[in-house]
């Protein structure tokens, strides 16, 4: 380090602020017009619960779109599942957010590319913040640096990330030193990640880190003794950890006496590439010294991207997979970190007297027997956090099936004044004047409440949270008429789900934002051993199963594995767009894995509308899907002509939706959905079908203009292709329109109505659409007068 040192001038110290996070317990920084953190990451701060806070450089200059949405929504599950509240953090049109929603993620990361979409770093901040004040909006990903800075502000400990900045080699002559370490020196957040990447000089960065009085461990990872620092793609670097830390307990205890002593410096836990995942020291240092090599004509902020595309090259691809990983690892060791942190500070806390809204509960019964103490049976840590299927011992028979996200709704009505500036628009940044409601809602609860009142055998599974808003829920069910059988009670921190919506003047949605992740707390294993109970009867099976888009990838398909087991008509609402793609397995980094989903059909109905479509067929494009033999095998069985099928989709549709692409693409996805059905608002609903070869249309005389290709390779089971496009009856003015909210969830269930009488996806779907338009004029999210539709549905 006295070489480094004689070359390198130390930055300056951090003085650390008279009354720190840990003794003041508020947050650093009040939201203002530069910075923002969102509701739920306040709520747990100020509740004490485990928060995690997550970069988005990863998104904007790392993963690819909508790659990059899909990754986000794993890492936040991840968090989620293990105890924890993600805190995804980035800049918004110059606006630093702590805890972006949905739509927020999908905005940053669908600008990545872009020229206002910039990398930031703690230096940054304050330009493209200032900037913002003069009309130049930027987007950002805030790298380690940045990311550490502004959690710190917003009252977050732990950071989850992948591998940490460092010395670059040749520093001594280049001054090449990551901020992330100098961060590090003045900033108390612990970032956990892989080490550093093996192309720096990772002697000269832990001496560095030394020097700015950073304290570093490595997991131990259930080796025993001392352990070298990860190398991120490697578990060794052939430089030992300066210590070794057992377990999450361990890592949180440091942290705890690290803010009682209210250090200003941040800590650095290491966590080795998961043993699968992981490429040996020797073969990188070859792989590293010839991109490096390579490199040496490459200056600037320009080096490292070419190093990292370089060692892409010569590990022919090994070190994605590797990256994804140990991402994945890092932030579900973090959020465990952070619950064994809550769960200090809690005792603390009741050891002083003071009691905690939220008192922090291991996942399993196993951990939750393990740390409790006490002998009481009334013990908050004596109550199980997540559902016990097994005291379900009766499921309640039924037609139809509906899992999903129960809610609370907010429906907030644009109502300018007759002198606001914007007649149709709310304005962002200020109060606007609205009309606003108050409904249970939830896609889940939405889609069964049509179907129960179409007069539908149905019965909701869904979770909220021991709180009022949780109670309330469960009184409106029951007044509703419907039952209450399959509505989990979760013990805290579990939240009932809530979303908002704000519509403009004219009813349509301007901005809406979701609080589902109570379905993201709930174990794999539990939602398993329930969706087998549930979907095998008794005494019989049901008809049809529909599952909404809030659960995670590994829960939905879960739910619909066993529903397939169990020979029932499968359907999935998509949500939204960044939701949508979860219907895909979670891993397919693999050729095997990609051919596995071809196996069955991922669900036989889906009912996106175009921007979920087209958010399908770009992961499925993005993963490779279309490049597999069994995906050519099912479309070039379809039987489409040479010459394509622009001119009979255009007929059959119009050539404003076919310009638009929307048939092709659903197309190109029917072999994991065989039926798609795309809600094209005042176009109407676009149905695409993948005809088995003993289908009734291929032989009936009314369906035959809609049958566009027949197979003709003699395929045992493909038929040939349905496309229709069901127009409305009658588009509504925009006097008739009171919400949006419930439209598509009213079409879903009252599809799954006519499905289950046993009449075929197109005899339904015009009732459906009729369905959807009572709601589309109704206050309340599925309108009371879809009873008067029973009849019709009788007659089915």
Not at 299 to 314: C, H, Y
Not at 692 to 721: C, F, K, V, W
Not at 774 to 796: A, H, I, N, Q, T
Request: include cysteine; hydrophobic fraction near 40%; proline fraction near 6%.
């Amino acid at each position: 380090m006295r070489l480094l040192t004689k070359a390198l001038s130390r930055p300056q110290l951090y003085e650390p602020r008279a009354g720190s996070f840990f003794s003041s317990g508020r947050r650093h920084l009040t939201n203002n017009g530069f910075f923002r953190v969102s509701e739920e990451v306040r709520e747990a701060l100020n509740s004490k619960k485990p928060v995690v806070a997550l970069e988005t450089t990863i998104y904007t200059h790392g993963f690819p779109y909508p790659e990059n949405v899909a990754l986000a929504s794993l890492l936040e599950s991840v968090v989620r599942t293990n105890g924890g509240v993600p805190a995804t953090i980035g800049i918004v049109d110059g606006v630093a957010r702590v805890g972006l929603d949905p739509e927020e993620l999908i905005k940053l990361s669908s600008s990545a590319g872009q020229p206002t979409t910039l990398k930031l770093s703690r230096r940054d901040l304050s330009y493209v913040g200032g900037l913002r004040l003069t009309g130049k909006l930027f987007n950002g990903g805030t790298t380690i640096a940045g990311t550490m800075l502004l959690a710190q502000l917003a009252g977050i400990k732990i950071f989850g990330t992948g591998g940490l900045g460092g010395v670059h080699r040749g520093a001594e002559s280049s001054m090449d030193i990551s901020a992330d370490l100098t961060e590090l020196g003045r900033t108390p957040v612990t970032v956990i990640s892989s080490g550093c990447k093996s192309f720096l000089d990772i002697p000269r960065t832990l001496e560095y880190l030394e020097t700015e009085g950073v304290g570093v461990g490595t997991f131990a990872d259930g080796r025993k003794g001392s352990v070298d620092f990860p190398a991120f793609w490697s578990r060794d670097s052939g430089v030992k950890s300066p210590t070794t830390i057992a377990d999450e307990a361990e890592a949180a205890s440091i942290i705890y006496a690290q803010n009682a002593l209210q250090i200003q410096s941040g800590l650095v836990f290491a966590n080795p590439v998961p043993v699968d995942f992981a490429i040996p020291k020797e073969e990188m240092d070859i792989v590293i010294a010839e991109a490096l090599r390579q490199a040496e004509s490459v200056l600037g902020k320009d080096n490292t991207p070419f190093v990292l595309n370089k060692i892409k090259e010569l590990t022919k691809g090994k070190s994605i997979p590797a990256n994804r990983a140990l991402i994945e690892a890092n932030v579900k060791r973090a959020a465990i970190v952070a619950r064994e942190l809550a769960i200090l500070e809690s005792k603390q806390e009741e050891a002083q007297g003071r009691t905690s809204y939220f008192t922090p509960l291991p996942s399993t019964p196993a951990e939750m027997q393990a740390n409790d103490t006490s002998s009481s049976p009334s013990d908050v840590n004596s109550t199980p956090a997540t559902p016990n299927p097994s005291a379900v011992d009766s499921p309640v028979a039924a037609d139809i099936i509906v899992a999903g996200a129960l809610a609370v709704d907010f429906s907030c009505d644009y109502a300018p004044f007759t002198t606001s500036t914007s007649q149709v628009a709310p304005l962002p940044h200020t109060s606007n004047p609205a009309v606003i409601n108050q409904s249970l809602g939830g896609v889940a609860h939405n889609i069964a409440k049509a179907a129960h009142l179409l007069g539908g055998s149905v019965h909701l599974h869904s979770a909220v949270g021991d709180d009022f808003t949780g109670r309330a829920a469960i009184s409106q069910l029951k007044d509703e008429g419907m039952s209450v059988a399959g509505i989990e009670v979760l013990a805290k921190p579990a939240r009932t789900a809530q979303y908002v919506a704000v519509n403009d003047a004219n009813k349509d949605l301007a901005l809406a934002m979701a609080d589902m992740s109570i379905l993201e707390s709930i174990p794999q294993d539990t939602i398993s051993q329930l969706a087998t109970l549930v979907l095998s009867g008794p005494p019989t099976p049901p008809k049809v199963f529909v599952a909404d888009g809030n659960w995670s990838s590994t829960a939905s398909n879960a739910w619909l594995q066993a529903a397939r087991l169990a020979s029932v008509t499968t359907m999935f609402e998509p949500v939204s767009t960044a939701k949508a793609i979860r219907i895909f397995p979670a891993t397919s980094s693999s050729t095997s894995d990609a051919v596995n989903i071809f196996a069955n059909p991922l669900a036989d109905i889906i009912t996106p509308n175009n921007h979920e479509l087209i958010a399908l067929h770009n992961f499925a494009h993005d993963a490779s899907y279309f490049d597999q033999i069994a995906w050519f095998s099912v479309i070039d069985a379809i039987g489409i002509p040479p010459s394509g099928l622009r001119v009979p989709l255009a007929i059959t549709t119009s050539s404003q939706i076919v310009d638009q692409g929307i048939p092709q693409q659903a197309i190109k996805l029917l072999p994991f959905f065989p039926t798609i059905l795309t809600k094209l608002g005042p176009q109407g609903v676009l149905m695409v079908k993948l005809l088995e070869a003993d289908a009734p249309e291929m032989h009936n005389d009314a369906d035959r203009q809609y049958i566009l290709a027949r197979n003709s390779n003699g395929h045992a089971t493909i038929g040939g292709l349905y496309v229709r496009l069901f127009p409305p009856e009658r588009v509504l003015s925009p006097e008739e329109v009171v919400s949006v909210n419930g439209i598509g969830d009213t079409f879903c269930g009252a599809l799954a109505v006519g499905l289950a009488s046993g009449r075929r996806v197109q005899d339904v779907v015009g009732l459906a659409q009729r369905a959807a338009s009572l709601s589309l004029k109704s206050r309340e999210s599925v309108s009371p007068e879809l009873k008067g539709l029973r009849d019709e549905f009788v007659k089915f």
